[in-house]
């Protein structure tokens, strides 16, 4: 089960920590990735991180902006977004694959996933 929160409204430029509490499986075995969904598109590859977190993934409108980590040891991931944008709003979807796979961007790469959490940035 993963649970995903640390959403919320924050103004253009401004800094939000999103968090994915996982349960049920042995978290530090599998890689995990956020997406985001904006109203009216498809989801997106966000980050994604190794088993370890000594890889890291990132798609270019994020990049140099969020960072993404994880604490095997609290099986929690996390999304630190800085410098937010208003194209930057979407409900924000943690993911994990637990099958034998080589890939990180797309949805279907992934074999649970948590509800989401809403990120507002005005401007």
């Known amino acids: 089960q993963l649970q995903a929160f640390g959403g919320g409204l924050v103004q253009a430029g401004g800094s939000l920590r999103l968090s994915c509490a996982a349960s049920?499986?042995?978290?530090?075995?599998?890689?995990m990735g956020w997406f985001r969904q904006a109203p009216g598109k498809e989801r997106e590859f966000v980050a994604a991180?190794?088993?370890?977190?000594?890889?890291?993934y990132y798609a270019d409108s994020v990049k140099g902006r969020f960072t993404i980590s994880r604490d095997n040891a609290k099986n929690t991931m996390y999304l630190q977004m800085n410098s937010l944008k208003p194209e930057d709003t979407a409900v924000y979807y943690c993911?994990?694959?637990?099958?034998?796979?080589?890939?990180?961007?797309?949805?279907?790469?992934?074999?649970?996933w948590g509800q989401g959490t809403l990120v507002t940035v005005s401007s």
């Open positions: 991180i190794s088993w370890s977190g000594s890889s890291t």
């Open positions: 993911a994990q694959r637990v099958r034998k796979s080589v890939g990180y961007y797309y949805t279907g790469d992934y074999d649970y």
């Open positions: 049920g499986r042995t978290f530090s075995s599998y890689v």
